[in-house]
């Protein structure tokens, strides 16, 4: 059985990093043909995604987000990071990761498993 779990902060003050890890249990992040992604979701507003890593250790980013943007990942711990740079309240979301089949699958929120997301509120 494969399943995800965000870890990391509640809070972040406006203009520090955010990072959160995704520990992937039950799979293996360098195996198959999967894309491991975060995705964010805003109370009313449609489900972001924000990027991915894939098998092969190559990244894709929102464009909107790629400046400020890094994914990289553990194999040995089969953990998976973001890392967002110089928040604002803007980025005050529910982030998620989730392994898709294809970054097309993961664009149109199409995904196998997901974890069980993470609020996450940028405030002084």
């Known amino acids: 059985q494969v399943q995800l779990k965000e870890h990391g902060p509640g809070l972040v003050k406006p203009s520090r990093t955010l990072s959160l890890i995704c520990a992937v249990s039950g799979d293996s992040l360098t195996a198959g043909h999967y894309y491991y992604n975060w995705v964010r979701q805003v109370p009313g507003k449609d489900r972001e995604w924000v990027g991915a890593i894939d098998v092969s250790g190559s990244t894709y980013f929102t464009p909107s987000l790629a400046s400020r943007l890094f994914i990289w990942r553990d194999t040995s711990k089969d953990q998976f990071t973001l890392q967002l740079s110089s928040v604002t309240p803007a980025d005050t979301a529910v982030y998620f990761c989730?392994?898709?089949?294809?970054?097309?699958?993961?664009?149109?929120?199409?995904?196998?498993?997901w974890g069980q997301g993470i609020q996450v509120t940028v405030s002084s």
């Open positions: 989730a392994r898709s089949t294809s970054l097309d699958n993961a664009r149109a929120g199409v995904y196998d498993y």
